[in-house]
């Protein structure tokens, strides 16, 4: 969405960018509705005013035929003794079969004539009024990740995510990875964005295609600060494929709540990071420095701790970093 503007019926709404087939299914497009006036701001063949689909979607074949395939309503027929008559144009003379196909946009548009002296305007259907505002639109989000099953582990990993004492960026961050939402090359090419050969690789190993699996736990590099942070703590474990696994067997290597919000955290700090190394890298032509990263990662913790209280440490911040914490983790 862009810039909002306000609508004639004094709500706000947002400035409308282009609606096609790909984006019919998302909530945005499922609670649009086109009011048709008089049909002059309101394309006949692109723009689904007539059921869920456009015309050139239901009616593929009739469109490549058509002489006035960006005509709007308007344009495709006229009033003659009151009546509203469709004329629609080909390019050729239509075979029989062609207009079958005809006689079937016919009857899908019986009973329709356009309104002389209104004019097209978009109906929000979340809202009563039709106006669009920013409640409604969040209750229809809402709505629609209702209808969307979630496992119950995964739930229980976004709320043992929530519930962890960590800046509020970070946890945003790791809750994108838990959802498969970061821009990783394979999300970016799965929304049909291009990137090149070269590009699409990770940045760290070169492995041919970057994921977020891969990036932050599979990439070499990456496993070997994973293990370098786990022999910080003194934990030891089997490393699981699968970042709600990892995410979940990391937190539940903890024997007590003090160590489990410690390792929760942990957790979030060591993805938040090499995530911010993957940027700077790709970004900024900045190559990974594994001891570096690691105490980066510790450093951080130190800072954390200090500000909510993990546990208790007066030491200075080198002894933080070189120290086994796992008996404070008891």
């Known amino acids: 969405m862009e810039r909002r503007r306000r609508s004639a019926g004094g709500g706000w709404w947002p400035k409308i960018v282009n609606l096609g087939v790909g984006k019919a299914s998302s909530w945005f497009a499922k609670n649009l509705k086109r009011k048709i006036g008089d049909g002059g701001n309101t394309k006949f063949w ?11 979607v239901l009616f593929p074949r009739l469109f490549l035929l058509s002489n006035n395939k960006n005509g709007n309503i308007c344009d495709m027929g006229e ?7 469709w004329t629609l144009n080909w390019r050729r003379v239509l075979l029989d079969r062609e207009v079958e196909q005809i006689q079937s946009l016919l009857g899908q548009l019986s009973g ?9 305007k978009w109906f929000w259907r979340a809202q009563k009024n039709g106006v669009y505002t920013a409640n409604s639109a969040y209750q229809a989000i809402s709505d629609q990740f209702e209808e969307r099953r979630v496992e119950p582990e995964e739930m229980k990993s976004f709320s043992d995510l929530w519930n962890t004492t960590a800046p509020q960026k970070v946890r945003v961050t790791t809750w994108r990875v838990l959802r498969n939402r970061l821009p990783t090359c394979d999300n970016l090419i799965r929304r049909n964005v291009q990137v090149g050969e070269v590009e699409k690789g990770c940045v760290a190993c070169f492995f041919p295609l970057e994921s977020a699996s891969h990036l932050l736990l599979d990439c070499p590099k990456s496993a070997m600060i994973w293990d370098q942070i786990l022999n910080w703590t003194g934990y030891s474990w089997a490393r699981p494929r699968g970042i709600p696994e990892h995410f979940s067997s990391f937190v539940y290597l903890a024997n007590c709540k003090k160590s489990s919000q410690f390792l929760k955290a942990l957790w ?3 993805i938040w990071v090499i995530w911010r190394k993957r940027n700077e890298s790709r970004f900024e032509d ?3 420095v594994l001891k570096s990263i690691i105490m980066e990662i510790k450093t951080r913790m130190w800072s954390w701790n200090k ?3 993990f546990f208790a440490w007066e030491s200075p911040i080198l002894e933080w970093c070189s120290s086994q914490l ?3 983790l008891l």
């Open 268 to 270: 979030m700090c060591t």
């Open 46 to 56: 692109h723009q689904a005013w007539k059921g869920e689909q456009s015309l050139k």
């Open 326 to 328: 796992y008996s404070f």
């Open 286 to 288: 900045k190559v990974w």
């Open 112 to 120: 329709f004539s356009p309104c002389v002296g209104s004019v097209d």
């Open 79 to 85: 009033w003659i003794d009151g009546s509203w008559m």
């Open 307 to 309: 500000i909510f209280g």
